[in-house]
């Protein structure tokens, strides 16, 4: 079923734009799918769309690389293939995947959908899981990346249940997509307005986002309306049952990429794991450091009579102090040579500009916009500044556990940090942890944060403490750490110091990033603290 609605009319500027080539660099093509169609035999068949990336010509030339090769290996690209491959058998045919049906209600029907736990215990029967916790958390991680998604809910999560969830169609996997555009979330936003649908209505952060994408876009926004008006003709001329298809599928395709406030984009890449595939000592980047084979030059014999053949070394020294000079000479002539490469090499990647100022200028201001209600500079406090005014009463009330301003736990949704910054917050995420039987992890950073801080006589002591609470085979109060950091901290508590500790604090501090920070924004706990500070703070103005 074909489902190209990013694609619809050449009056909209997409993701998927072919740049203009540098003489630097090569064009390669990549081939995206425009349907649903699992059989790798149809392929010529379906519709495509060829995206042109450039890329930088000695990048393709390392190591006997072909230049024609993929050279689209990143991080976000190598799991997305992972994870493709789990959803392709998933979607298998032949009855080896998951039950997809069209399920009655009352006055319509619901197509091509499962439930929760139909794709739970297919996990469970083929993935060879074991816990169903596990099969879960998995199925999540799936759900975050886009792959599959619940039909009636913004938050891209799965549950052990009846809730009925859908496949997405290949067209608008992350692997098939580059970073859309403002334009083109604006004409989404502008053509659900247009449609009196109960289903098609914005959501509260996505209404606020039409206003500050409308307020951005004001000078093209004529433009962006008559988009969506044409797309919307397109869509009228379709069938009701892939109409409905169509919309949750593209409602969930801006659901990655512009998530849910409290929710995670899963398609932003770890700048850290990308510089170190590109650096250029990579075992399969080693072009730089590799020595070309140099043939030796062929020479003439030397016959007794010839007036050179005096002047050649009789002894072994001689012959073995010759043949080394040579060596070092060829050494020598090969390291300019490969520095003289590296150095034209990095020359014209400093002249070649990689960030878009457009794109850093409209991230800078998204920043100070959403923390422009909490500067009292800018935006007036209530009550009155204490930087202006003698009143220290703001302070005060910031300072109380009761009663926590509706806009102080709103911030907690922006970050980790802003969470565990505030007293009253981090209170409320280790309640929420002991719940998940997990708050040793805050624990444990905690601790480690006071290590850092410790006087230099007390750190063996806190090191040793910390070891037998946390890490030990017997530890009262365990932390799940690979044996990696494991290894990295043993060997550092040899000559232990306030850093000791530094790559375990840093992978636990992730693990509550990714894992327990997102469950945190979607649980009750949070969802009830902030509709109580909501309704105290209408009370307070009734």
Known sequence: MSSNRLNQNTLRSGPNQTTAANPDS????????????????????????????????????????????????????????????????????SGSGVTIRTVKSFMSKIPSVFTGTDLIQWIVRKLDVEDTIEALHFAHLISSHGYLFPIDDHILTVKN?????????????????????????????CK????????????DYEAENLAKLQKLLSKKWELIYMQAEAQIKVDKKRDKMERKILDSQERAFWDVYRPTPGCVNTTEEDIRKTMRMRRTDHPNLGFFRSKPKTSKPAQSPLLPHSPLYSSQPTTSSQINTNFNQ????????????????????????LERRYVKVSRVSENYTNYFDQYTEFDPFITPADPSNPWISESTELWDME?????????????????????????????????????EFSSENLRFYEVCTELRYATNKDIVAKVEDIYNEFLAPVASCPINIDSRVMAITKTKMENPDRYTYDEAREHIFNL???????????????????ASAKKKHNLKYF
């Open 161 to 189: 249940d009846g809730t009925f969830y859908r496949f997405q169609t290949p067209y608008y996997w992350p692997s098939n997509n580059a970073e859309p555009e403002n334009t083109d979330y604006a004409v989404y936003l």
């Open 512 to 530: 509550m990033t990714r894992d327990s920070y997102n469950r945190f924004l979607r649980s009750d706990t949070y969802r009830d603290c902030l």
């Open 399 to 435: 300072k109380s556990p009761k009663d926590i301003p509706q806009r102080r736990v709103r911030r907690w949704g922006f970050s980790i940090y802003e969470l565990l910054k505030d007293p009253c917050g981090r209170e409320m995420f280790r309640r929420f942890l002991e719940r």
């Open 192 to 203: 659900r307005t247009m449609q009196n649908k109960t289903r098609l209505e914005l959501a």
């Open 326 to 349: 040579k060596l070092c000479e060829q050494d020598e002539v090969t390291t300019l040579e490969n520095l003289r490469k590296e150095k034209d090499f990095l020359k014209r990647r």
């Open 26 to 93: 090569i064009k390669l093509t990549q081939t995206k799918l425009g349907s649903t169609n699992n059989s790798s035999s149809n392929l010529d068949s379906q519709s495509s769309l060829i995206n042109t990336i450039s890329v930088p010509a000695p990048l393709l030339y390392l190591n006997g690389i072909s230049p024609w090769a993929s050279i689209d290996e990143t991080p976000n690209k190598l799991l997305y293939k992972k994870i493709e491959v789990i959803i392709e058998k998933m979607q298998d045919d």
